[in-house]
């Protein structure tokens, strides 16, 4: 082993090549051992195999999907604002796609002047297939990456009128849900505290939440926004409770928003949860279900979800054109905060 590597020069890059004299075999033996073509016989990937681990040899998977076609990648477009709920399911993805044999291209979409950039990036490095969860993603770009014969499915998120396999949650749904739950609570005060972006699936919080307290004949809704983040959270809730005729209850539209807004509650302004003031989240992350915070929050099963998607790009990687639409319905998951 150590004699075959000696042999080679230091400075000189290991090739497919030395493997092929290493074993004695043809080159075209190693291409087609390290494509995991089947018609190899065992005992000849074995004595490939061994060859390559002696001398060191790695094979170029770019290169190779350059020749063949397959790069083995599939690409996920993420937003700007991630924070616990969206690191969770890249993080999901990332070890879903590594267990079929693939690798995870993650493209980080910072501001929505900066979509065609991303999208031309996508497209540069021949991924096989896109997810895209970005909020930022338009119809119109979601269209070029089809165009280019690039398989795209969306992630909890849905475009109307795009033909485009789609994984989603009920956000209307859910936000409904929570408006129904305060109501029933015996509150009519109530506070609304959404992104400070006004994405497709924010809207559809925002749809939901409010048409169903008017339809409970409540017009009057106190609103603030923030970043998903602690500190915005904070903040916007001394906001909204520091003035006059504060809210009885909160609807916060991410997690960490609540999060900050339960603290700046107590150890700000010195209320109490809920005697005071009700709060509830979006997206029951890991934190929400603390002791410390034991937040009210609506659920979304990411994990079926992520399984769902994972079927439909098996689908899609086998040539299937047909669209697939799932829509996943999300859940109260009550605790003390309410």
Known sequence: MEKNRESLPLDRKVTSRDVARVAGVSQSTVSRVFSDVNSVKPELKERVYRAAKEIGYRPNLVARGMISGKTNVIGLVVGDSLGPFYNRIINKFAEAIQKIGKQCLIFKVPRQDQLGKIVERVLQFQ???????????????????????????????????????????????????????????????????????????????????????????????????????????????????????????????????????????????????????????????EMSSWESYSLTSVHQPVEEMIEKTMEILDNLLKGEKRRDVKMFNPVLKQRNSV
């Not at 969860?133 to 398989?151: G, Q, R, Y």
């Not at 559809?204 to 409970?216: A, D, T, W």
């Open 127 to 285: 991924v096989e297939a896109v997810i895209v969860t970005a909020s930022a993603m338009t119809k119109m770009m979601a269209e070029v990456i089809l165009e280019n014969n690039v398989p795209v499915i969306l992630f909890n998120r849905f475009i109307p009128g795009l033909d485009i396999s789609t994984v989603y949650v009920d956000a209307v749904n859910g936000a409904t849900t929570v408006a129904e739950y305060l109501y029933q609570k015996g509150h009519r005060n109530i506070g609304y505290i959404q992104y400070i972006k006004e994405t497709g699936e924010e809207l559809e919080k925002k749809i939901g939440f409010y048409s169903k307290l008017r339809q409970y004949g409540i017009f009057q809704i106190k609103e603030e926004t923030a970043e998903y983040d602690y500190q915005s959270g904070f903040e916007a809730g001394i906001r909204l409770l520091s003035g006059e005729d504060a809210p009885s209850a909160i609807f916060c539209t991410s997690d960490l928003i609540a999060l900050g807004v339960m603290d700046a509650a107590r150890k700000e302004l010195g209320l109490r949860i809920p005697e005071d003031v009700a709060i509830i989240g979006y997206d029951d992350i």
